[in-house]
């Protein structure tokens, strides 16, 4: 196999030219980071389970007319996406209060919020990826008027679909991040979703019982993460229903 050109190196995934102009493969690692990057683990089978889980997310988005980088899966841990030139912002969408929102705004984590809020962060590690008004990005020209109203809509839709898919298995979808691509058909400049959806990025929470199946499961030292992913995939049927732990997960093709 002839040896790939790496991209990029994240702390989540690795980035590698595609087989075809305008792709990439992506690869998902297992390490887990929190407090940009201040506490780590390595995980064993957290990137095949998020490999997964973004290939369902974005194939469920492709389904109903949401734009997104996604082709196809590779293998267990790679997915084969359309390059874009992604926009430098986290832009993140809060149906309940929690994290910083809820320091920041002393709201108490859980409570529902009036509407969905969306909130955008500059993606600069350095500086901890700090929260920008809509002003900021058009002022640096990071995105336009026009782009900022696209990426709302888009953002929204995908609230929408995430939402419904997660209330159906018992989840309550607390806040998610999604990063925004640009591409180009010809001299047409489109937006779609890019980089995952995984639990890495969204707060998920059990509606009965409020267990967190998600990152902060990590950050905040409240048992196994593979446990929690793990239950996330079984429940969305990712997984079969009699897996119990992910150390070397069963998937469904």
């Known amino acids: 196999m002839a040896r790939r050109k790496k991209i990029y190196e994240g702390k989540a995934k690795i980035l590698y030219e595609g087989p075809e102009p305008g792709t990439i493969v992506q690869y998902f690692k297992d390490d887990a980071t929190a407090f940009n990057a201040e506490k780590k683990a390595t995980i064993e089978g957290k990137g095949v389970l998020n490999n997964r889980l973004s290939e369902f997310f974005m194939t469920g988005l492709t389904q109903i007319g949401v734009p997104n980088h996604f082709i196809k899966r590779l293998n267990m841990r790679e997915q084969l996406v359309r390059a874009a030139e992604i926009i430098p912002l986290e832009v993140i969408v809060r149906n309940f209060a929690a994290g910083s929102l809820s320091k920041r705004l002393g709201i108490p984590e859980g409570e529902p919020l009036p509407r969905p809020i969306i909130e955008f962060c500059y993606k600069d590690d350095a500086l901890g990826d700090p929260l920008v008004a809509e002003e900021h990005i058009i002022a640096f020209g990071w995105a336009s008027q026009q782009d900022l109203d696209d990426i709302v809509s888009l953002a929204l839709r995908v609230n929408d679909f995430m939402s419904?898919?997660?209330?159906?298995?018992?989840?309550?979808?607390?806040?998610?991040?999604?990063?925004?691509?640009?591409?180009?058909?010809?001299?047409?400049?489109r937006l779609l979703v890019a980089d995952e959806i995984s639990p890495d990025s969204c707060r998920l929470w059990d509606i009965e019982t409020g267990q967190k199946l998600d990152k902060d499961v990590f950050r905040r030292d409240l048992g196994s993460l593979s446990d929690a992913y793990t239950e996330v995939a079984r429940r969305l049927g990712v997984l079969p229903s009699n897996v119990t732990h992910t150390t070397k997960p069963t998937l469904i093709n």
Do not use: H, S
């Not at 979808?173 to 180009?184: S, T």
């Open 164 to 189: 419904g898919l997660m209330l159906g298995v018992g989840i309550k979808l607390v806040d998610f991040k999604i990063e925004i691509g640009r591409v180009w058909d010809n001299d047409y400049q």
